[in-house]
């Protein structure tokens, strides 16, 4: 920007016609025009004219009106002239007061661009490692906190293989109570195959002493029978001599068939009785035999059972406890560890934020002191 300095103005004169005749040509400066303005007038007319149009700052100055040949001497103004003077005189007063004002802004303008080169040229080097401190801080803190987020991945990598583990740990624990299971089913089928198998070979011994006893009873009767039946041929013989021996042999052989007949059917109607109610007997005291036994043996399963249910547990509990107990302590020092870590980052996270709060305001007088110097710099080359 460029300065402009007014020249001193007097004081202004009463009389209207002191301040402006009309053969004379005034000046002002730093008028109605603005800053730096000037305006000439060479008549009163002129002079009107100019100050009647004030607001029109970048207008063209008066034409210059030369006098006539008769204007040696002024003449007497009219009464309406006399106000118009005396409303001019104010204006010009008001507009001296205005210059003045300006001068003195000036003058304040020059000692404050006198003072700032004053102190450019005293200025002293900035000491940028000073500046760089700070920023060798945050990178610090800026890795610190890399290396905080690292320890908290990994910590939450841990409790996730943790988690994984106990899961394993669980499944494991279903797996084996169903092994458990399928190996109880087992054992009891293979019991109660054994206890079929020898109450089969029972219920065999048993027909077999059955059938050998029937077959000797058998026999038994058939000798008697035989016996009988010599006895009756015997009789016969000495009853019938006289008789026809062909018939008489067919009768008795007649008698003999059916006698054989009759006692096989009784025989076997007898045995199928017997053995019918020796399977019932045999099924009812083995099946009560088998039950009682069966209860006892359900009893001693579910004995053995609950003592192997808790050693397993207890065995479990201990070995997967004493590998849970490290891992605990572990979790509990790493959550008392991440929440140390927590806090250290909040802390450089609010040192970061003011800081950078410090930088930014340290960037933006920065900036307005390098664009004060370059509009000084400006105006000097001007």
């Keep these: 920007c460029s300065l402009y300095r007014p020249a001193p103005c007097g004081s202004a004169p009463s009389h209207p016609a002191a301040i402006m005749p009309s053969h004379t040509a005034a000046s002002m400066f730093g008028g109605a025009g603005g800053r730096g303005s000037r305006v000439s007038v060479a008549s009163l007319m002129g002079l009107r004219n100019v100050l009647r149009n004030e607001t029109d700052r970048d207008s063209a100055p008066a034409a210059h009106a030369e006098p006539p040949a008769d204007a040696a001497a002024p003449a ?110 087992l054992k009891n089928t293979r019991e109660d195959s054994n206890l079929n198998n020898t109450q089969i070979k029972r219920e065999i011994d048993l027909v077999k002493e059955d059938l050998a006893r029937l077959e000797q009873e058998h026999k038994e009767e058939v000798d008697v029978l035989l016996e009988k039946v010599k006895d009756s041929e015997v009789k016969v013989e000495m009853e019938s001599r006289s008789s026809d021996l062909g018939e008489v042999v067919n009768k008795i052989r007649y008698q003999y068939d059916k006698l054989a007949k009759k006692n096989l059917e009784d025989t076997e109607e007898w045995y199928q009785n017997k053995v019918a109610e020796a399977q019932n007997n045999e099924h009812l005291e083995s099946g009560k035999s088998e039950l009682k036994g069966l209860h006892v043996e359900k009893r001693a399963l579910e004995i053995k059972l609950q003592g192997f249910l808790s050693k397993v547990n207890t065995s479990l509990f201990t070995r997967f406890g004493d590998r849970l107990g490290p891992l605990n302590q572990t979790i509990l020092h790493l959550e008392a560890e991440l929440k140390e870590l927590r806090a250290q980052v909040e802390r450089h996270a609010e040192n970061n934020r003011n800081l950078l709060c410090v930088k930014m305001k340290l960037e933006a007088e920065m900036d307005n002191y390098q664009r004060l110097m370059q509009g000084i710099t400006a105006e000097a080359e001007r």
Excluded: C
């Design 76 to 185: 007497e103004p009219p009464a309406g002239d006399k106000h118009t003077l005396r409303s001019l005189n104010d204006r010009l007063s008001g507009y001296l007061l205005r210059a003045r004002q300006l001068e003195k802004e000036n003058q304040d303008l020059e000692n404050e661009i006198d003072g700032i080169l004053a102190k450019r040229k005293t200025l002293e080097v900035r000491d940028w490692n000073e500046v760089e401190k700070p920023l060798d801080n945050l990178n610090k803190q800026v890795y610190i906190a890399m290396d905080n987020a690292k320890l908290l991945l990994q910590i939450g990598n841990n409790n996730l293989a943790n988690e994984d583990f106990k899961k394993k740990l669980d499944d494991e624990k279903k797996a084996g109570k169903e092994l458990e299971k399928d190996l109880q089913d």
